[in-house]
């Protein structure tokens, strides 16, 4: 088992900035990739990053050039920096992570982007 436990969500303003992190503990050997997920309020939960245990990094076209993920592979854990944030990524943000064939994720953290 592995359980993710998310941090840095909260009130922002529209063209501010957050950083959300996400902690990896348990069977954390073999995690392959990492990321972040989304889910609007009536809306389905959306790929936003995700970044290999290489490097690797895959963006929602709605983020890029705004949102940077990032990875510490030795400490198992994988960040989200959100700048020019706008009132639509206000969602419930998820860390995720594969290991094998397996998928697990954190509870969610609340962004919220309102002047």
């Known amino acids: 088992q592995v359980q993710l436990v998310e941090s840095g969500g909260g009130l922002v303003q529209p063209g501010g900035s957050l950083r959300l992190s996400c902690a990896a503990s348990?069977?954390?050997?073999?995690?392959?990739?990492m990321g972040w997920y989304r889910q609007a309020p009536t809306k389905q939960r959306e790929l936003v990053a995700t970044?290999?245990?290489?490097?690797?990094?895959n963006y929602a076209d709605s983020v890029k050039g705004r949102f940077t993920i990032s990875r510490d592979n030795a400490k198992k854990t994988v960040s989200l920096e959100m700048n020019s944030l706008k009132p639509e990524d206000t969602a419930v943000y998820y860390c995720?992570?594969?290991?094998?064939?397996?998928?697990?994720w954190g509870q969610g953290t609340q962004v919220n982007v309102s002047s």
């Open positions: 970044i290999t245990s290489g490097g690797y990094t």
């Open positions: 348990g069977s954390i050997n073999s995690i392959h990739t």
């Open positions: 995720n992570a594969w290991r094998y064939e397996y998928q697990y």
